[in-house]
């Protein structure tokens, strides 16, 4: 049976059109005030940006989902979880500075913000899944505890998933710093000594040490890495990549498995907004945003996130690519955008669809629904 997905482009040509509206609309037609109960006390799932990023979701779009659900009778509250890697984000306190200073702040979104594995990452609650790669996924506990959620995605590239989106969001975004790990094992970078220019970018970021320079290049101690991919995103000469061959397929495969125990227990009680806007080639994790690989599209919303990232993938790709951009080929309508990034083309990302549906978590069949 096919999801729907409701979809609406940025074209406005009165007040009735703007972007405020639209959002308003998409919530009532996909049915997202459906999955909230009288006093629910409902996250807000969305990603405030690395300092230094631009490409974050808007606060003002923010604001009004948060106005929604009060109007359902939820108590919505902003959430996200701390980083893996270090940044402006690892820890509560220096996250919540950095939400703030992103617009995030009460005056403007309407809700409380709360980090959802605590201070240093320790609050989370083992789910039990039975899947391939986890028996149990540890889940922020703050998210668990939920009432419903609504999970607010700015659909872009990823380093090693090809594209982040609903799935991601839930995936990462709702696991603590420890299951953020678990995801992560299965990536170890590898270093092509012939391009390192030695300039220790990598090590910089490396939440581990794991690099380390005694043979006059990079090297990567395999067994205190944790497979963040920092490393990946920083070089600037692309001297540093995963094990394409046997890794990500095992990191998809365990990215939608904490998806699924991120809601396993809220059915029914989940909704999806997936903004397509200032679809840069890279997650908002990093501490810049690189011009979009394609024009902004619209904005989506579903019960489902594994159809509302289907058609989020389809409708990227019907774009013609920026040549301008990161994309160094596929820039034709119909050609798959992420895979002309770097070496991305080496990345199966449609596997995370696949296997979403294989397990359960959604559909990959869809219809499209314009509003």
């Known amino acids: 049976m096919r999801s729907k997905v409701y979809f609406a482009n940025l074209r406005a040509k009165n007040e009735r059109e703007n972007r405020i509206s639209k959002i308003s609309r998409l919530f009532e037609l996909a049915g997202l005030g459906s999955v909230i109960s009288e006093r629910d006390l409902t996250a807000i799932k969305l ?24 109007a359902k009778g939820g108590r919505p ?6 980083t ?5 984000r690892s820890n509560a306190v220096d996250h919540l500075i950095t939400a703030i200073e992103h617009g995030f702040d009460y005056a403007v979104v309407g809700a409380p913000i709360i980090i959802a594995d605590g201070l240093k990452s320790k609050n989370s609650v083992e789910v039990e899944i039975n899947k391939k790669n986890f028996k149990s996924v540890k889940i922020a506990g703050d998210i668990y505890f939920a009432d419903s959620m609504i999970v607010l995605s700015h659909f872009k590239g990823h380093v090693e998933a090809g594209f982040g989106g609903a799935i991601k969001n839930l995936a990462m975004g709702c696991a603590p710093a420890a299951g953020k790990q678990r995801q992560h094992s299965a990536m170890k970078p590898q270093v092509k000594q012939e391009k390192c220019t030695v300039c220790k970018k990598c090590s910089e970021v490396c939440p581990t040490g794991a690099i380390e320079f005694s043979s006059g290049k990079a090297l990567i101690d395999h067994n205190i890495c944790i497979g963040c991919g920092e490393c990946i995103s920083v070089c600037p000469v692309r001297a ?3 094990n394409w061959e046997s890794d990500v397929q095992s990191f998809l495969e365990r990215m939608v498995e904490h998806a699924y125990g991120a809601i396993l227990n809220k059915k029914g009680k989940v909704g999806f907004m997936n903004f397509l806007i200032n679809i840069v080639p890279d997650c908002d994790c990093l501490p810049w945003s690189d011009v979009p690989i394609v024009r902004d599209i619209g904005i989506l919303a579903s019960l489902d996130p594994v159809a509302i990232d289907a058609a989020s993938l389809d409708l990227v790709n019907q774009m013609p690519g ?28 449609r596997h995370q669809l696949h296997y979403g549906q294989e397990i359960g978590l959604g559909s990959t069949e869809y219809e499209l629904v314009e509003i």
């Open 240 to 242: 540093i990549s995963p």
């Open 84 to 88: 893996l890697y270090t940044g402006s």
């Open 322 to 349: 920026f040549e301008s951009s990161l994309l160094e080929r596929h820039l034709a309508p119909g050609e798959d955008k992420f895979t002309g990034i770097r070496e991305r083309d080496r990345i199966d990302h």
């Open 77 to 82: 509250f902003l959430t996200d979880t701390n």
């Open 47 to 70: 990603h405030f940006g690395e300092r230094g990023n631009d490409a974050y979701l808007n606060p003002v779009w923010v604001r009004q989902v948060v106005d929604k659900v009060l």
